[in-house]
């Protein structure tokens, strides 16, 4: 992809929160219904705002609040969401069916699959290259220009190296780029067998325009470097292309060894979760700890049991019909948007069973109402639930009266 055109932007980091000294904690408790009265206030101005949010990936229709009473009692799921504990105050029986249902979506059976509810796509991501690093030792991590920075934060953790993979115009890695690096890295010593290996971070649903890497072909291209893991970072993208018509290839039937996915974006959680899974047989034995006499393959130790709770009672609403209506619905909306934005003379551009519509990034006014991500000079918009035709429209209408000299 060409580098996009210089454009003056705030720097990550630019922005600062003040220090509220309101909110001072000191040393005298304070008056709890003054304490309740400023919350309740703040969560009342986010949610008034939150319509307007279009540039980002979580969706916001969500209602938990007649679970309110969950808030009283303490869930904490300890190790493997197999395993008991000591403790046994634990949501793990709802957890265990979260893991089963996100297998089912990735295309694999939940008996062949571990997995557990994480604080996001990040842990995941985390995840799935510590295990591909257990399997591969020598090997680098290939993912693209497109890929999540968290990727590179993961890797830096784990002592990895990643080589950067161009991407193409559509935002998928460029599978001409992945064989020549692979083939470059492919190193002929009996000692390591075929070769290093490549560990392949493909990217299902790309941050900025919601692509779709192809598991299966980048895995073949790779193995010219010897053994491949594949771990499909699905965090936007996973629960979309699971129902897209154009079935991109991203998942465990696709030749995927891990997969990871967010729960707070296209399902919308008031925590931030999501969910890791990887083929058992690539999982180490699940190893105990005498104090919490739990097993525990996860990164983590607590875990939070009203993570679980919360994205259990979300996927009982819809079940694997409600989530395909959707994901139906979101991707009509993209299309609608993508209509809108072009005769509103924004160049859109989207990928095929996209959420995302990228287009002409506008002026800073524009783009700080409607909370809109940016790189240089293009914008999005992510057509989660609570996006409908009516912010579509306001936004065009900004754009076509922006334009006016
Ligand atoms: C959002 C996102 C992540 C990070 O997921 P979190 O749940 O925010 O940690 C990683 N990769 C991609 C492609 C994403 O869109």
């Not at 997969?259 to 990887?278: A, D, E, F, Q, T």
Request: hydrophobic share 40%; glycine share 10%.
């Amino acid at each position: 992809m060409p580098a996009p055109p210089a454009v003056p932007t705030r720097a990550p980091g630019e922005d600062t929160i003040p220090t509220d000294p309101y909110l001072r904690i000191g040393q005298q408790p304070s008056d709890r219904g003054a304490d309740t009265k400023t919350l309740l206030t703040w969560a009342q101005d986010l949610r008034a705002e939150q319509h307007q949010v279009l540039g980002f990936p979580g969706a916001l229709d969500f209602s938990y609040s007649e679970l309110g009473p969950l808030l009283d009692v303490f869930a904490n799921n300890v190790g493997d969401p197999s395993s008991g504990d000591a403790s046994a105050v634990h949501a793990k029986a709802f957890e265990q069916a979260i893991v089963g249902f996100f297998a089912e979506t990735a295309g694999a059976a939940p008996d062949d699959v571990y997995g557990y509810l994480t604080t996001g796509g990040s842990e995941g991501i985390l995840y799935g290259l510590a295990t591909a690093r257990r399997h591969l030792p020598h090997a680098r991590v290939y993912a693209s220009d497109q890929a999540h920075y968290s990727v590179h934060k993961a890797a830096g953790l784990l002592g990895l190296e990643v080589t950067t993979i161009a991407s193409r115009e559509d935002g998928t890695m460029d599978p001409d780029d992945l064989r020549m690096h692979t083939f470059v890295h492919r190193r002929i010593n009996p000692r390591l067998g075929r070769g290093p290996g490549a560990i392949v971070l493909a990217t299902i649903g790309t941050t900025m325009h919601g692509a779709y890497d192809d598991v299966t072909a980048l895995r073949r291209i790779a193995s010219t470097a010897g053994a491949v893991y594949v771990h499909a970072d699905a965090a936007l993208g996973g629960l979309v292309a699971a129902h897209a018509p154009s079935r991109p290839a991203w998942n465990f039937e696709h030749g995927a060894d891990s997969v990871s996915m967010s729960g707070h974006k296209i399902i919308g959680s008031p925590v931030p979760c999501g969910v890791v899974l990887v083929r058992r047989e690539l999982v180490p034995e699940a190893a105990g700890a005498e104090y919490v006499k739990a097993t525990d393959r996860t990164l983590g130790c607590s875990r939070s049991g009203l993570a679980a709770l919360l994205m259990w009672s979300a996927l009982r609403r819809l079940g694997h019909d409600g989530m395909r209506e959707r994901i139906r619905a979101g991707l009509e909306m993209a299309d609608y948007a993508t209509r809108q934005l072009a005769s509103a003379g924004a160049s859109p551009s989207r990928p095929a069973d996209s959420l995302v519509v990228c287009f002409d990034r506008p002026d800073p006014w524009i783009v700080d109402r409607w909370h809109l991500a940016c790189e240089g000079d293009r914008a999005h918009i992510v057509t989660v639930a609570h996006v409908g035709r009516e912010q579509i429209d306001g936004l065009c209408a900004d754009l076509s009266s922006g334009r006016r000299p």
